[in-house]
């Protein structure tokens, strides 16, 4: 089992920046990519972005050079750095461990919205 708890959400206003963290306990040797994933009211979750073990990322199309996924293997956490935020970033963002195996675990959630 693997216990994901974020941080970092908040109000912010439009060109601002925020930084979210994951924290990871629990079976972390077998956790193998990192996401984050948001979900804006009435929209389905959408993967943001991703990065391996080996600390190679890639980004949805709307946030590529916003926002930085990043990985310390050492504190067990992933952080998603968002800058140039947008009012259309407004969302829960999800943390998300993909396991070397046929499951995953997710994290409570944290809130960012975007004033304009």
């Known amino acids: 089992q693997v216990q994901l708890v974020e941080s970092g959400g908040g109000l912010v206003q439009a060109g601002g920046s925020l930084r979210l963290s994951c924290a990871a306990s629990?079976?972390?040797?077998?956790?193998?990519?990192m996401e984050w994933y948001r979900q804006a009211p009435r929209k389905q979750r959408e993967l943001v972005a991703a990065?391996?073990?080996?600390?190679?990322?890639n980004y949805e199309d709307s946030v590529k050079g916003r926002f930085t996924i990043s990985r310390d293997n050492a504190k067990n956490t992933v952080y998603l750095q968002m800058n140039s935020l947008k009012p259309e970033d407004t969302a829960v963002y999800y943390c998300?461990?993909?396991?070397?195996?046929?499951?995953?675990?997710w994290g409570q959630g944290t809130q960012v919205t975007v004033s304009s």
């Open positions: 998300r461990a993909d396991m070397y195996g046929p499951y995953d675990y």
């Open positions: 629990g079976d972390i040797f077998n956790i193998n990519t």
């Open positions: 990065i391996t073990n080996g600390g190679s990322a």
